[in-house]
């Protein structure tokens, strides 16, 4: 896996840790190209070893992955994992 930078002004903002933010990136994860975002900026929902679902948003910098967001996921993308886990064979995440 690829370096990981954090934000950590918005992480602490929302809650979040850097070591729940490797946990995501790690673990099973649904990856999406950023909607409201650039190209080349990616959104991640996962899931914590803790069990908390995590919406992480990072830009691909060649040799790191730039977290540049991280927050509590939304209840519509917790779904969306879910049904993608689902769909791919993988028991709840």
């Known amino acids: 896996m690829k370096a990981v930078r954090c934000h950590f002004a918005n992480m602490a903002k929302?809650?979040?840790?850097?070591?729940?933010?490797?946990?995501?990136?790690?673990g099973k994860h649904l990856r999406l190209r950023n909607p409201s975002g650039a190209r080349g900026t990616y959104l991640?929902?996962?899931?914590?070893?803790?069990?908390?679902?995590?919406?992480?948003?990072?830009?691909?910098?060649?040799?790191c992955r730039w977290v540049f967001h991280a927050?509590?996921?939304?209840?519509?993308?917790?779904?969306?994992?879910?049904?993608?886990?689902r769909q791919h064979g993988h028991e709840e995440a």
């Open 71 to 85: 927050m509590t996921a939304r209840p519509r993308l917790v779904r969306l994992f879910r049904v993608r886990m």
């Open 14 to 26: 929302h809650g979040v840790r850097e070591e729940e933010v490797r946990e995501c990136l790690a």
């Open 44 to 63: 991640v929902v996962g899931k914590t070893l803790g069990g908390r679902y995590l919406e992480i948003v990072f830009e691909d910098r060649g040799d």
